[in-house]
């Protein structure tokens, strides 16, 4: 059982132009969203969080929408770079741990 | 920052053989550690979580026996895979969450590739 899904596997993009990465979840428990950045054989970085009180949290080019309702987050990157070519993950937590719960990731291509 | 350092970034070893992977985090203090693992454009798997001083809580379907977890200390986890087979090649990250901080997100290590011929 997918808790948290990430339904496209790969975007690309034009350089300059924004980027939306969607995700969503199922878990009405899950009360802390994050987005991870990943590049091949690393760990993954953390880019940019929000709690469910909030429906937005914004960081230099980084935002993150979540919408409650909807069981609906995403992150828009903008603008867009090359350097930032790498796949995302979505996750949550939420009850009485601390585990994340991923998403299955979408691959990033900006194109110069 | 929070620094989490996973050592070896790399290791091949022959089936029937144990690894042991280290998870240090450098400069926080962190009573629980988890361990992930990540197939080929997968996502991330949590396999178990590593408690301080008390014995790690596994999630479904993971072998307790076979990914030996031991938090040793509050900067410390290890994972040992016993007994290593092919099918347990794969990317193991670790991570870890500063202690006495709420709503704090994971760091993690960079990774050990562990390939078992």
């Known amino acids: 059982d997918q808790q948290v899904k990430q339904n496209s596997p790969s975007l690309s993009v034009q350089e300059g132009r924004i980027s939306i990465l969607n995700c969503d979840y199922t878990?009405?428990?899950?009360?802390?969203f994050l987005w991870y950045k990943k590049y091949p054989a690393e760990g993954p970085t953390f880019l940019i969080s929000?709690?469910?009180?909030?429906d937005k949290n914004e960081d230099g080019r980084f935002t993150v929408f979540l919408n409650k309702s909807a069981k609906h987050l995403s992150l828009h990157i903008v603008p867009s770079q090359p350097g930032d070519s790498a796949v995302y993950f979505c996750?949550?937590?939420?009850?009485?741990?601390?585990?994340?719960?991923f998403g299955t990731g979408t691959l990033l291509a900006v194109q110069p | 920052g929070a620094v989490v350092s996973q050592h070896p970034s790399r290791v091949i070893c022959k089936s029937g053989t144990s690894v042991k992977i280290e998870c240090r985090s450098l400069?926080?203090?962190?009573?629980?550690m988890f361990w992930y693992r990540q197939f080929p454009k997968k996502s991330l798997m949590l396999m178990a979580t590593?408690?301080?001083?008390?014995?790690?809580?596994?999630e479904q379907g993971v072998e307790k026996d076979k990914f030996l977890i031991n938090h040793a200390s509050l900067t410390l986890s290890t994972l040992t895979v016993t007994s290593a087979h092919p099918e347990d090649s794969s990317f193991y990250i670790c991570?870890?969450?500063?202690?006495?901080?709420?709503?704090?997100?994971?760091?993690f290590g960079n990774g050990t590739r562990l390939t078992v011929t």
């Open positions: 996750a949550a937590r939420g009850g009485a741990t601390n585990k994340l719960i």
């Open positions: 929000i709690s469910s009180i909030k």
């Open positions: 878990n009405s428990m899950f009360d802390y």
């Open positions: 400069d926080f203090q962190a009573t629980t």
């Open positions: 991570s870890a969450i500063k202690d006495g901080t709420s709503n704090s997100p994971l760091h």
């Open positions: 590593s408690n301080e001083g008390s014995k790690a809580t596994y």
